[in-house]
């Protein structure tokens, strides 16, 4: 396994906002995390990165504590894509060479500037190199915060609700990415989502939250009526179109 938690708690002046959260993640594996708001489900991705301090449990990247690692080492290790980034009158090329930060000298190497060059290429994001950040579109700017994450060379990639406020095709598009930068170099990413339909899609392993715990994790298996009902609190039927699993809820 790759990345492994193991009875993760975190919470403020006593009350957890997650308790005794466990799961793994293996190369190639892409994971959704899913359930309600307020469950816990990016409080859980900002503990795995440090961004919040865990009051106990364990993470561990390639047996690696990540608790307990110098903060720098944690960044070459684990990639983060946020849900909400500041957009600054950077370029593109800019925003993703900064990717490499935690492992930069002094100044930048011709390897550093070579590596953001390919994965710029890789990630479509060529012809708008030298543009402004906050003159791309918003399908665009995520992939540069996904571009930003790859040239850090991570084994891990954290990424928060990557879809939200994208149109149809630029949420398969980015999944399309994600899924085959994952899968080509032998990572996983942990991602947070809200359509079931889309994680059901592209990703490979489950983690559903309620209250603040863990109600079930697994492969697709573990996504069905039962838990789902559990979880959200509706009722779904389940089928398949086009060969891909699709959650269609019930009358509310």
Do not use: W
Not at 82 to 91: C, F, I, R, V
Not at 227 to 233: A, E, K, P, Q
Not at 246 to 251: A, D, I, L, Q, S
């Amino acid at each position: 396994m790759i990345l492994e938690l193991n009875g993760v708690s975190f919470g403020y002046e006593g009350c957890d906002m997650i308790s005794d959260i466990g799961f793994s993640a293996g190369p190639g594996d892409l994971v959704a995390v899913l359930g309600p708001n307020g469950v816990g489900k990016t409080t859980m991705i900002k503990c795995i990165n440090r961004i919040h301090a865990v009051r106990s449990g364990a993470v561990d990247v390639d047996g690696r504590d990540v608790l307990r690692e110098p903060i720098r080492e944690v960044a070459r290790m684990v990639g983060y894509v946020p849900q909400k980034a500041h957009l600054s009158g950077t370029t593109v090329f800019d925003s993703v060479v900064i990717g490499r930060k935690p492992h930069m000298g002094m100044s930048l190497s011709e390897y550093d500037i070579r590596l953001t060059g390919r994965v710029i290429e890789m990630m479509g994001l060529s012809k708008i190199s030298d543009k402004p950040v906050n003159e791309i579109s918003g399908g665009e700017y995520q992939l540069v915060q996904i571009a930003r994450a790859v040239v850090q060379r991570p084994r891990v990639i954290l990424l928060d609700e990557p879809t939200s406020n994208l149109d149809l095709g630029n949420q398969h598009m980015v999944m399309r990415t994600i899924s085959g930068i994952v899968k080509a170099n032998g990572i996983c990413a942990v991602m947070t989502c809200h359509d079931v339909n889309l994680a059901l899609r592209y990703c490979d392993r489950f983690v559903m939250m309620k209250e603040g715990a863990i109600d079930c994790a697994g492969g697709r298996e573990v996504v069905n009526a039962d838990s789902i009902r559990r979880v959200y609190g509706v009722d779904v039927d389940m089928g398949t179109v086009s060969g891909f699993p699709v959650v269609v809820p019930k009358e509310v």
